[in-house]
């Protein structure tokens, strides 16, 4: 069983930046592919970013490239989202998704871009 906990959401301008955390409870992290995809109201969860279980792999989606970054320690077992330059758009819950097989999502952090 995997367990995921996602933090760093909060409230900020439109331009400013947020760091999202994923921390992981199991002990093969380094072998799950990681991803971080968010949920705005009334619209289906899209995925934002992807990373290969080892980190040599990335995937964005179009509307944050060159925006966001994701990135992961194996050693801590946590999966980080570095969001730059965040527009009203970027507003929704963010989720955390480890994939083995299986799917495991976290409870989600919410992210509001609002002046």
């Known amino acids: 069983q995997v367990q995921l906990v996602e933090s760093g959401g909060g409230l900020v301008q439109p331009g400013g930046s947020l760091r999202l955390s994923c921390a992981a409870s199991?002990?093969?992290?380094?072998?799950?592919?990681m991803s971080w995809y968010r949920q705005a109201p009334g619209k289906e969860r899209e995925l934002v970013a992807r990373?290969?279980?080892?980190?040599?792999?990335?995937n964005y989606a179009d509307s944050v490239k060159g925006r966001f970054t994701i990135s992961r320690v194996n050693s801590k077992n946590t999966l980080y989202l570095q969001m730059n330059s965040l527009k009203p758009e970027d507003t929704g819950v963010y989720y955390c998704?480890?994939?083995?097989?299986?799917?495991?999502w976290g409870q989600g952090t919410q992210v509001t871009v609002s002046s």
């Open positions: 998704n480890a994939r083995r097989e299986v799917d495991y």
């Open positions: 199991v002990f093969t992290f380094s072998t799950y592919a």
């Open positions: 990373i290969s279980s080892v980190g040599a792999r990335t």
